[in-house]
């Protein structure tokens, strides 16, 4: 097997671990350290926003992490330099993760104990930064999880919502090089699907993968049925994305439960394809699917292994007879795990203020490894299903 399409192996295994860096996430620092860390311990998934900029921070990191294959592997990694396919994510309608919180910091009294800048999990919310002589909301860290609305106690703080512009999209596919392509929807935009489907579906070819994340409710698998039978035929591989409790892995280990139950719906559809949680996945995931029996077990043999000519024909969609989740996407609990190692980095090389760059996790190789190693607390655990 190529290492091209080791992602896609993943998925047929059930070890397949995604990274999502978040649809509005635009901290270009973050996103390429994040990328980064999660590549050396073997991520096969890198989840951006549809952002140039952004698609080139997490690009550069997938370079750079190849050139500390030999390095990742002496500190026992078993990262071999393959790339993890290169995802972005569109939306058809108005979605949670694509939006921004956003407020008028002169509006806020003095004596405001400020709950909205200790609630927020990106650190997005700041008063009086010295730094950048800046009170607000950093838009380009806010990923829109709307923990700060109910929560400020004079109601001034509100979001604004982007929708993907078809006529855009299939210029960012041909002219960046991504490998794969997510659409977010809900039930009952079958007419904005079909819109947005038809500006991607030209070029629908040239990519590996295809995911469809939508939240559960009423009709979910008929609408999920009426999506595929716009998209097939299918030359990429194809995961529905159960988005259970969106945006909320970092609270509690509890979050992942909505996560799993709306995977043994869509499971239950028999849609071809493979089925991935996210919505609220953490440490407790694999835990509860293993528990469960809901993680397909290590086969003795499979395409590509054991001398077989692989054929990524092999991993396209076909129906899931078996009840097993093909793998995990971790958001907002991936993003925090690493943030004590990302806080160190920025306090540590960021001595300029008047200097706005990229801050490069490979600068420093104490905080580096140190990253790579709770990357890999969470990689591991689905991937260690296999390698037992």
């Known amino acids: 097997m190529t290492d091209l399409f080791a992602p896609l192996q993943s998925l047929k295994q059930g070890d397949w671990f995604k ?3 978040g649809a509005s996430f635009q901290d270009l620092s973050a996103v390429r350290n994040l990328t980064l860390a999660y590549t050396l311990a073997g991520a096969d998934c890198i989840d951006v926003a549809a952002d140039p900029a952004v698609i080139a921070a997490a690009q550069a990191a997938l370079q750079v992490a190849r050139t500390l294959a030999r390095d990742a592997q002496k500190r026992g990694f078993n990262y071999k330099g393959n ?8 939306n058809d309608g108005e979605d949670p993760h694509f939006r921004k919180a956003e407020f008028n910091p002169t509006e806020c009294p003095t004596d405001c104990p400020r709950p909205c800048e200790r609630i927020c999990p990106a650190q997005a919310i700041i008063f009086n930064s010295k730094k950048e002589d800046f009170s607000g909301v950093a ?3 806010c990923y829109g999880c709307g923990r700060c609305i109910p929560i400020c106690p004079y109601g001034i703080i509100y979001t604004y919502s982007y929708v993907t512009t078809p006529g855009a999209i ?3 596919i041909m002219s960046t090089g991504v490998d794969a392509v997510e659409i977010h929807t809900q039930v009952g935009r079958l007419a904005e699907f079909q819109r947005l489907w038809q500006a991607i579906s ?3 070819d040239q990519l590996k993968l295809l995911a469809i994340s939508c939240p559960d409710g009423d009709g979910m698998t008929d609408y999920l049925k009426a999506i595929y039978d716009l998209i097939a035929p299918l030359k990429s591989a194809l995961i529905w994305q159960t988005d259970g409790r969106p945006m909320s892995g970092d609270i509690g280990d509890g979050t992942t439960i909505a996560a799993v139950k ?6 239950a559809a028999k849609l071809p394809g493979y089925v991935q949680l996210a919505g609220g996945t953490n440490s407790y995931t694999v835990t509860k699917l293993k528990a469960m029996g809901l993680l397909r077990e290590a086969e003795a043999s499979f395409a590509g292994g054991r001398g077989e000519e692989f054929s990524p024909l092999a991993l396209v969609p076909a129906p899931c007879s078996l009840a097993s989740i093909a ?4 958001g907002s609990y991936a993003r925090v795990l690493l943030s004590p190692i990302l806080d160190q980095l920025e306090n540590k090389e960021v001595s300029n203020i008047n200097i706005k760059a990229i801050i490069r996790l490979e600068e420093d190789d104490r905080l580096l490894w140190q990253a790579v190693e709770l990357a890999h607390s969470l990689v591991s655990q689905i991937k260690l299903q296999q390698e037992r």
Request: positive net charge.
């Open 202 to 204: 030209p070029w629908a």
């Open 83 to 90: 790339s993890p396919f290169l995802m972005v994510s569109l």
């Open 327 to 330: 793998g995990v996407a971790y």
């Open 139 to 141: 838009s380009e860290k």
């Open 262 to 267: 709306l995977g043994q719906k869509v499971l």
């Open 19 to 21: 990274l999502i860096c």
């Open 170 to 172: 299939a210029p960012l």
